[in-house]
Structures are given as C-alpha cells and as structure tokens.
C-alpha cells in the first residue's frame, strides 16, 4: 500500500458536513463512495478540517491508503478526472498525488487558513445568497480589525468553541481548546463585500463561526473591541457572541512541511 493525497474543494451546501454519517449525504462519503467504485476496494479518509454541515472548501486536503499501482502518474491522473466526473461539481479533486508514507492530512498539518464572507448591504445578493452572510447593518471594520488583532497568539478559545464531552476509556473528558492564531483581520474589497481572514494551528468546532458573529457586534456596535480580552478570560461561551451562518465560511487553505 501507498499513500495518497487529494486537493479537494466543494460547496458544503451540498452536504451535511465533511465526516462520515450514516443516512445523510456528506463529502467523504460522496468521495469514499466514487473513490472505491473506481479504485475497486474500500477505502479510509482522513482530512485536514472536518467542516461542519455548509461549511465549504477551496482547499480540503484529503490523505488515503491505495494500492502501490494506482501512485502511478497515468492512473492517478485518469482517477482524478473520473472522480470529478462522479462527484462534480459539488465536489471537485483538484490534484491526487503521492505522499510520505507517514504523511496524515489531518496530523501532518501546521496550519489552516479559513474565509468568512459578509454581503454587507440593505438588500441581498442574489448570487450570492449560498456563498456569503448578509448583514444588513452597516458595520465598523476598523473596530472589528481592531478587535481580531486581539486574537492573536496563542489563548484558550473555550468561549468560541462548542465543547462536546467524550467517553474516553469510561471517563468523560472535554476536548482541550488552546489554540495559537497566527494571523486574523477583516477587509472590505468592495462596498458592500467584507471578508475575515483568519489562519492558526488548528480549530475547535464552531471556533471561526462564533468569533465572527462576536466581531459582527463589535462592527454593529453592541460590544466594544477591547471586549474580546475579556471574553477570552472568561472560559465561557455564553459570554461570546452568535455562531455565524455556516454558508459564509471556506477552508481556504491548510499548510505543510
């Protein structure tokens, strides 16, 4: 056996998440589905980020055992193309490649780099309406800039994460929320589109989602930014804002060695 690693992108919309879940349509079941139909045995996926139900990605990285044949340049090329005939275009393989045999899509990686998309407008974006959050409002982006640049480094983020509890070998335990943020900040390229950048070492769930529904309050004006220090003290998620529509967020890229 091999090691494979796929670039993949897809519109979350599509989708009920990224993860495995019996009796609903989700991306790695739709890509397991067509990878095993072409390939002809089963196989295991493991991704950088698993994105939630209309989470989209730009670039998903997806790693995989295969059989040491189908590393081939020939046949990873014809199984990228069958497999975007399959999947497309909800979902679509933008490279297959072999990797180290240790490489792991998810352990292997440093970084992710996420987009959150605001329509920033008294009326909707028709062709728009899938791919960004409108916010009808005016919002403050210099306050909001001021207020990610707070995010910065590394904090425990438990007031921005959900916190699902475990059963780990008949002991309940809490996934731990220290994450480091290596860069976060907002940006309006056009008048009525404003856009959140945001890149560190990991993310708990529901991280990128409820931050910007924070800093949406701060850019409305319902919070001050230096509030964000004392959210972030408070360990506490009922002191945070909203969770942000999931439609307005991208895995936008994830980092390597």
Do not use: K
Not at 58 to 87: I, K
Not at 95 to 117: H, I, M, N, Q, V
Not at 121 to 130: L, M, T, Y
Not at 222 to 236: C, K, M, Q, T, V
Request: proline share 5%; hydrophobic share 45%.
């Amino acid at each position: 056996m091999a090691r494979l690693r796929l670039l993949v992108s897809y519109d979350g919309g599509e989708f009920r998440g990224f993860a495995p879940n019996p009796g609903v349509r989700t991306v790695a079941g739709a890509l397991a589905g067509a990878l095993e139909r072409r390939l002809g045995y089963s196989v295991q996926l493991t991704c950088a980020g698993r994105t939630d139900a209309g989470v989209h990605a730009r670039g998903q990285v997806v790693s995989l055992e295969v059989a040491e044949a189908d590393t081939a340049p020939e046949r990873l090329e014809s199984l990228r193309s069958g497999l975007n005939r399959m999947c497309g275009p909800d979902v679509v393989v933008l490279g297959a490649e072999p990797a180290p045999a240790d490489f792991d899509a998810r352990f292997s990686a440093l970084a992710r780099a996420y987009r959150y998309t605001i329509w920033n407008a008294p009326e909707p974006d028709v062709f728009r309406r899938g791919y960004a959050w409108h916010v009808p409002d005016p919002l403050d982006v210099a306050a909001m800039s001021d207020a990610a640049e707070l995010l910065i480094g590394e904090h425990d983020f438990a007031s921005f994460c959900s916190r699902a509890a475990q059963v780990i070998d008949g002991e309940v335990r809490v996934a731990p929320t220290v994450r480091r943020v290596l860069r976060a900040g907002w940006s309006r390229l056009e008048p009525a589109l404003v856009l959140f950048d945001i890149e560190a070492n990991s993310f708990c769930r529901q991280m990128v989602r409820s931050i910007v529904g924070t800093l949406v309050e701060v850019g409305r004006g319902r919070r001050a930014a230096g509030d964000i220090e004392r959210i972030l003290l408070s360990r506490d998620r009922a002191v945070a804002g909203s969770v942000a529509p999931p439609h307005g967020l991208c895995l936008e890229s994830v980092a390597y060695l």
